[in-house]
């Protein structure tokens, strides 16, 4: 199959900054115009990228990683979507409700630490709870923004198909804010690695957060550098994973209206 020219610029330029950056860093290294001892070398980190993996690591700490950013995600999609939706299309509720919900989604889930720590001790708990309460407000409250911004005329026309309750839902309403819905999932999401990190510096023995936090103990920059590298990469590969919901038929029936 013949790629178009926007296929190919999708593909093509990408791949130009990301050799831009490697010569920059290179060139940066190799010249010494920081100190090696603040900034690895490109050849330290692919050595220390293979060490981690040798010793099995590497693998361990991206399970546990995925494992907390996974259970505290769903677990706020699975009662932050369904909560949106229903705020959104009752208006007193949603009045009385919207200034707690966006004073938790303005405190910093960083600042909960103390708290999950205390409650939840040490390990995946405190890291889920925080990954909960980052990702919670935001998806309920993009949901429930959704919701309320559909066009009137939807539901009038629904009222003259008859449609009530979970068919009204499931024909209409869910349909119709799918697309905000999924952008919220996304952006949620990197909200949760960016959390994680932080939590499992404090509260866990392992995952990625820890392995930057044992690395910088020991002196080690080649080794947090490839952590960063790993985190980054999942989060990309991940994003890229949610934005294929944007092709299912009913989300495209969002895009349309």
């Known amino acids: 199959m013949k790629q178009t020219p926007r296929k190919k610029a999708e ?3 990408p791949m130009i900054v990301i050799l831009i950056f490697l010569l920059i860093w290179y060139s940066i290294t190799y010249f010494k115009l920081v100190p090696a001892y603040q900034m ?3 050849a330290d980190v692919a050595k220390s990228f293979k060490e981690e993996v040798m010793a099995g690591r ?8 995925m494992w907390r950013v996974t259970v505290g995600f769903v677990i706020s999609a699975i009662l932050g979507i369904p909560a949106g939706l229903w705020l959104g299309q009752h208006t007193r509720l949603r009045y009385a409700l919207t200034p707690m919900f966006n004073f938790f989604r303005f405190l910093s ?4 630490i103390p708290f999950a720590i205390l409650w939840f001790h040490i390990g995946d708990k405190p890291a889920v ?4 309460m980052a990702t919670f407000f935001p998806l309920a409250m993009s949901t429930m923004t959704a919701v309320a911004s559909i066009p009137s005329i939807y539901f009038r026309v629904a009222k003259d198909y008859n449609y009530k309750g979970t068919e ?3 024909k209409v309403t869910f349909p119709a804010v799918l697309p905000q819905i999924i952008t919220a999932m996304r952006v949620s999401y990197g909200i949760a690695w960016v959390v994680i990190v932080a939590a499992e510096m404090v509260g866990c023995q392992d995952g990625l957060g820890y392995g930057i936090w044992d690395a910088r103990n020991g002196l080690r920059l080649d080794t947090a550098v490839t952590y960063m590298v790993i985190i980054g ?5 991940m994003d890229r994973l949610l934005s294929q919901l944007t092709k299912l038929r009913n989300v495209r029936w969002g895009y349309e209206r």
Not at 129 to 132: A, E, Q, T
Not at 233 to 237: A, D, Q, T, W, Y
């Open 11 to 13: 593909i093509v330029l």
């Open 40 to 42: 690895p070398g490109i």
């Open 168 to 170: 009204l839902l499931t």
């Open 58 to 65: 590497l693998a361990n700490d991206v399970i546990a990683s």
């Open 129 to 132: 709870f925080l990954i909960f």
């Open 109 to 112: 889930p960083l600042a909960w």
């Open 233 to 237: 990469v999942l989060g990309m590969l």
